[in-house]
């Protein structure tokens, strides 16, 4: 199984953004979406976010006074008026070992009494050994960023795991000791059965995967036309 992991950070910044006016869609960079071949591996997009944090009204000041009324008010405007709370996200490739399993969990049931997928993901060792590192890069490209706007990191950047888009659990290959199916989706010791798009892919990416998973469906739809 696969999934994303990502690296998130927040953080205050001169420049103004309105929190709650436009949807929640973040502003996406692309800069190491690609690897460069003369540097480590580090593949991942990154995500820029208004935020309210830090900036909502409160009933009591920073050494525990209370706060009512203009006082309220007044505090409130204080925080909300100076720059803004941004919220950081960096989504990057992690490859899943091949010792992650999916399989059925036995004591929990849906409504109907059938068993429940059950998901141990782990990462390949490759993966496991770049961790620090892709945490170092990440934490100095947000540093880059907020310096930009004379910003500053309110926190230290943390690593998250992602399941919103999970893939894999019958991934592709050529090798049928490593794989499900083949890259047409169809399975390696069943002419007659293919599978379909997100559980082919052997990694989650390092973005949302609908695209790359309709396009795979597609590619298997020609095939499967082909051949039946």
Not at 60 to 82: F, T
Not at 129 to 138: D, K, Q, V, W
Not at 167 to 186: E, I, K, N, Q
Request: proline share 5%; charged share 25%; glycine share 8%.
């Amino acid at each position: 199984m696969a999934g994303h992991k990502f690296i998130s950070a927040q953080a205050t910044i001169d420049d103004e953004t309105f929190p709650g006016q436009n949807m929640t869609h973040s502003l996406i960079s692309r800069e190491y979406f690609r690897c460069a071949a003369s540097k480590p591996f580090v593949r991942h997009d990154t995500r820029v976010w208004e935020s309210s944090a830090g900036k909502e009204p409160r009933l009591r000041s920073a050494d525990g006074r209370l706060l009512l009324g203009d006082e309220l008010l007044a505090d409130w405007r204080s925080r909300a008026l100076k720059g803004s709370s941004v919220r950081l996200r960096a989504y990057y490739d992690s490859h899943p070992s091949a010792d992650s399993r999916l399989t059925l969990d036995a004591s929990s049931k849906n409504r109907y009494g059938d068993p429940m997928p059950k998901i141990d993901h782990q990462l390949d060792a490759a993966a496991t050994a770049r961790e620090g590192a892709t945490l170092a890069h990440c934490t100095e490209v947000f540093e880059r960023m907020v310096k930009a706007s004379n910003g500053r990191l309110t926190g230290t950047p943390s690593v998250s795991t992602y399941w919103d888009h999970p893939a894999g659990g019958c991934r592709m290959g050529t090798d049928p000791a490593t794989s499900v199916v083949d890259s047409y989706g169809r399975a390696h010791d069943h002419d007659n059965l293919f599978v379909i798009g997100a559980p082919t892919l052997p990694t989650g990416g390092c973005t949302n995967g609908t695209l790359t998973f309709v396009a795979l469906s597609l590619r298997s739809a020609i095939k499967i036309s082909e051949v039946m």
